[in-house]
């Protein structure tokens, strides 16, 4: 599209310029608010589904799917799969995938097991172990496909069936289990509670309380700082709602907790997980190098940046967090399966897909992903309330994957 | 002479931006039809509105062809009538080969059963006529831009072309390339072929057109007949910008100092053919506050020695000295070159130089993201004060800092590619065709801030094809031809006369070379004073 502008003029030299006859400056306030409402909703809308999604389901379950149980099912269930797709939104967003997350998740559960169960090996040591297996098994992929250029979709394709079958050799075909009450804390232990309720976990209570709060004065921390660079901020009565619902919606979560066994421990993991990567996309010199590699990596490396080292260190760090998922797994399983992990990659990808990350990379957000794992978490379990098959459920999950997309396509073509 | 084509009261609007208004345009039949303005000035949309890229009903005003009105919805009822246009980016499938390319979509088959040795040897007469003797089979992948842009001539051809429409043919052409193209445009005409022919370089059009039509703003301005007319290109460059142009270069008064930057017998070698050298053994020195010009054709291997200082972002085993301020300097790879201070603005902004998808601020940090942040963490007020700061300086037009680069015109790319790297606080900056596809106006302020930075001591090196560019604006010249260096002209006795024979004598006395070689090592000796 072609648009006009006041021409470039050396300066002392006369010169008439045509102005647009359009754009008068009366509907320019207007003009601004359905832009921004336009911005905002591209941003937030992903947010809004998921509490669309959720309110249907609340209805369509009678109240099933907020009971507090329930909520704590859904993040124990939705936790690895939150995890991993911190790890692979940093993947897809440097311009790449993953395809061998799941494999690895099994992989490093029955190396847990193996480790745990079979050497009676401390389960501490055993998961820093199983830990830096993981991000080993990262960097080896993630070397073929930084320092080799051979596309990472067949690179971890193949990662995908030599952990798939290293996990049937290592279990010998076997399952393999219990593990130590210990190991089992990590995924299916609660916060303690020093206040001592027995019915209702006030510290739980306090914990979100102080997370609301914190929410809130960081945000006008950060509005303060905007507005003094002069950086453009959101209008004041939107920066209030939406925090202020944030806020509110934080507050009401840890209440439902509260009133049934308190935070679970994975969420405590996954909670700081989230903010640390939120933290180091935005705000890190290294979240800046990931997103410029993949928006324009011939550009990212005549600018200085070693691109290369920057693939490979995505994948270091993807491997490390499948090994994580892997470990809080097998403990809510309490027994490393052959089958565990399989058709995790799809989820995590379909997650980070949903929250509008690019599959051409340099495009996705870290708050996108872990709403877009939320999303599929709630479909699943929501379908499962109301005793919808196994088979409809994909189907649905698989729409719902292309819908989101496409919605996306749509309205970037319209910003344009 | 009859009326081929003839476009009415054109009038085509965006959403908030009126793009065409009150356009006519008039082709007679066997003419070459010039097209000028600025980037902006609505002749690419012009184009679109008459080949049906953009259907009937969206534009007001009526299109008149062979004496018929005409109503085209998409861009097949367009090229049915004969009406074929030839885009700026090339639309070939670079691995297929020429014969498919010319056929693509228009296979001679019958039953859908393609007959290729027909096609091969319509190939074979269409490559004759557009003036090539490149085999049918060949991909077009092996071929240079220039060839390219013939075998879309031929593809037009192919269809039975009556209005040639060409978007501006030759930006991406050297010299003899863009000569070889003039000269097939004229012989089109001689077969009486009508051409539209949009072109931001003057020279060509003055060679070539019977008739201009200028834009300005989505309107005729003016529209002349060369044949009746002499061509003044002061009236053209008045008519585009809509003001006289007393200077086409900001005046500068260079205070040169002591060398401060040498490379010293720099080979390189091709990275996919380890035995091709590429750059053979070039030296060569720039002062403090200089500019140099490197001229050259395309492909004589400006780019490519650019690059290869430049943290060896090009080539393979690279040898020759790096030398700034009397030391040797190590520019192994790209953060050491730009830690020592050498930025490399790239010819190719879209993808070399930016991140589309990415704001202005994001773009202008992202070789220092050092000087924004703290302990590997951004500074985000910090940073955006830094891009409000170039904004300002460099006068980058823009809602915002947060706009998305990819929605400014090319002018205001290319000023935050330059942001960029300014902000890599450089000494030695090496621009490579800073100027290539902006406007008039815009160029005249890229040439300003090109002229500030060497008044502030930095020094600058600037690759072009534009010989006109590169003798209004630099101190010295250095003229390159196959990869090494044919001759040196100061500013006072450089003429594009003189530059065109060093590149012509040179490819056909190889045996200069040694004369050169002489010449470069003299220039050794000036170091250190």
Redesign the interface.
């Known amino acids: ?10 300066v002392s ?6 102005v ?4 008068n400056s009366s509907n320019n306030n207007d003009k601004n608010t359905t832009n921004f409402i336009k911005t905002a909703l591209r941003e937030y809308g992903m947010m809004l589904s998921l509490l669309i999604i959720m309110v249907f389901f609340q209805y369509m379950t009678d109240g099933t799917l907020l009971q507090p149980l329930n909520i704590t099912n859904l993040i124990l269930q939705n936790s690895y799969i939150v995890i991993m797709a911190l790890g692979m939104l940093m993947v897809i967003v440097a311009g790449h995938i993953d395809l061998s997350v799941g494999s690895v998740v099994g992989f490093i559960g029955a190396l847990a097991a193996v480790l745990i169960v079979n050497f009676q090996l401390n389960f501490i040591l055993a998961s820093i172990i199983c830990l830096i297996t993981g991000a080993v098994i990262g960097a080896a992929q993630g070397y073929f496909i930084a320092f080799f250029k051979i596309p990472a979709f067949i690179v971890t394709l193949a990662g995908m069936l030599i952990f798939k079958g290293l996990t049937l050799a290592l279990l010998e075909g076997q399952s393999i289990g219990p593990f130590p009450d210990g190991f089992q804390m990590l995924s299916s232990g609660f916060l303690p509670d020093p206040i001592g309720n027995t019915d209702f976990h006030v510290f739980s209570l306090v914990i979100g309380i102080i997370a609301a709060i914190a929410l809130l004065l960081s945000k006008i921390i950060q509005r303060i ?2 507005t ?5 901020t959101e209008p004041f009565y939107f920066f209030i709602a939406k925090n202020g619902s944030f806020a509110g919606i934080v507050f009401y979560f840890s209440y439902l907790l509260a009133s049934y066994k308190g935070m679970p421990n994975v969420l405590a993991v996954m909670s700081v997980l989230i903010i640390a990567y939120t933290f180091i996309t935005n ?4 979240g ?2 990931v ?2 590699v993949g ?2 990596e ?9 691109t290369a080292r920057v693939s490979f260190t995505t994948f270091v760090n993807m491997g490390m967090l499948a090994a994580l998922a892997g470990l809080i797994f097998a403990a809510r399983l309490n027994t490393a399966t052959p089958k565990a992990g399989s058709g995790f990659e799809l989820d995590v990808i379909a997650a980070c897909f949903i929250g509008g990350a690019s599959a051409s990379g ?2 996705g957000k870290v708050m996108g992903a872990v709403i877009g794992a939320f999303i599929m978490g709630v479909m699943n379990n929501g379908m499962s309330i109301m005793g919808i098959g196994i088979d409809y459920q994909q189907v649905i999950k698989g729409l719902v994957l292309l819908a989101a997309v496409f919605i996306d396509v749509l309205n970037k073509n319209k910003a ?1 | 002479m009859k009326t081929i084509l003839e476009m009415r009261r054109i009038r085509k609007t965006f959403p908030g931006v009126v793009a065409l208004d009150n356009v006519n345009l008039q082709v007679k039949s066997g003419e070459i039809h010039a097209i000028v303005g600025e980037n902006g000035a609505g002749k690419s949309t012009l184009m679109k509105v008459l080949s049906g890229v953009y259907p009937h009903g969206s534009y007001s005003g009526e299109i008149e062809f062979e004496g018929k009105i005409r109503e085209f919805r998409t861009i097949r009822d367009s090229e049915k009538t004969g009406i074929i246009i030839i885009h700026q980016e090339l639309a070939l499938v670079p691995l297929l080969s020429i014969a498919e390319n010319i056929f693509l979509g228009n296979e001679p088959s019958s039953w859908g059963i393609v007959d290729w040795e027909l096609a091969q040897s319509k190939t074979h007469e269409l490559l004759k006529k557009v003036g090539l003797s490149e085999s049918p089979e060949t991909l077009i992948t092996n071929l240079g831009v220039g060839k390219q842009q013939l075998i879309e001539i031929a593809k037009a051809l192919c269809k039975d072309v009556k209005l040639l429409i060409l978007d501006e043919p030759t930006a991406s052409l050297n010299e003899s390339d863009s000569d070889a193209l003039l000269t097939l445009l004229l012989g089109l005409k001689e077969q009486g072929i009508s051409s539209i022919l949009i072109s931001h370089k003057l020279n060509e059009i003055s060679r070539v057109a019977d008739t201009i039509t200028i834009l300005r703003d989505g309107t005729t301005v003016d529209s002349f007949d060369c044949r009746i007319d002499p061509i003044s290109e002061d009236r053209i460059i008045e008519n585009m910008v809509g003001r006289e142009m007393a200077d086409r270069y900001p005046r500068r008064n260079p205070e040169i100092g002591e060398i401060i930057f040498e490379i010293k017998d720099w080979r390189v070698f091709h990275p996919e053919h380890a035995t091709r050298e590429v750059i053979k053994g070039i030296n060569f020195h720039a002062k403090k506050g200089e500019i140099i010009g490197i001229a050259g054709l395309m492909g004589s291997g400006r780019t490519e020695l650019a690059m290869s200082i430049f943290g060896r972002s090009y080539g393979q085993h690279i040898s020759g000295r790096a030398i700034k301020n009397g030391h040797d300097i190590d520019v192994s790879n790209i953060s050491k070159a730009i830690n020592h201070g050498i930025a490399y603005v790239t010819e190719d902004r879209k993808s070399l130089g930016l991140l589309l998808e990415e704001d202005i601020q994001t773009n202008v940090s992202l070789a220092n993201l050092n000087g924004v942040s703290r302990h590997l963490i951004i500074d985000e007020g910090r940073e955006f004060e830094v891009a409000s700061d170039y904004r300002n300086k460099l006068k980058i037009r823009c809602s915002g800092i947060n706009q998305k680069v990819v929605n400014l015109s090319g002018g205001n790319q290319q000023k935050v590619v330059l942001a960029k790297w300014l902000f890599s606080k450089p000494d030695i900056l090496i621009l490579d065709e800073p100027s290539r596809g902006i406007d008039v106006g815009a160029k005249y302020e890229i040439y300003s801030i090109i002229s500030d930075l060497a008044s502030q001591g930095k020094c600058i090196i600037m690759i072009s094809s534009e010989m006109p560019e590169l003798l209004g604006m630099c101190d010295r010249i250095y003229v390159m031809n196959e990869g090494s260096f044919a001759a040196e002209f100061s500013k006072a006795d450089a003429t594009q006369e003189k530059i065109m024979r060093a590149i012509v004598s040179h490819s056909e006395m190889p045996d200069q070379t040694a004369t050169i070689t002489t010449a470069t090592v003299h220039y050794g000796e000036h170091y250190g004073s």
């Open positions: 599209m072609e648009v006009k502008r006041t021409h470039a003029v050396p030299q006369p010169h008439k310029t045509t647009t006859p359009i754009q700082r905007h003094k660079h002069g950086i453009h705000r890190t010199v290294l800046r190098r997103y410029a928006g324009n011939k550009a990212a490396r005549l600018s200085g940046i070693k340099g495009v344009l």
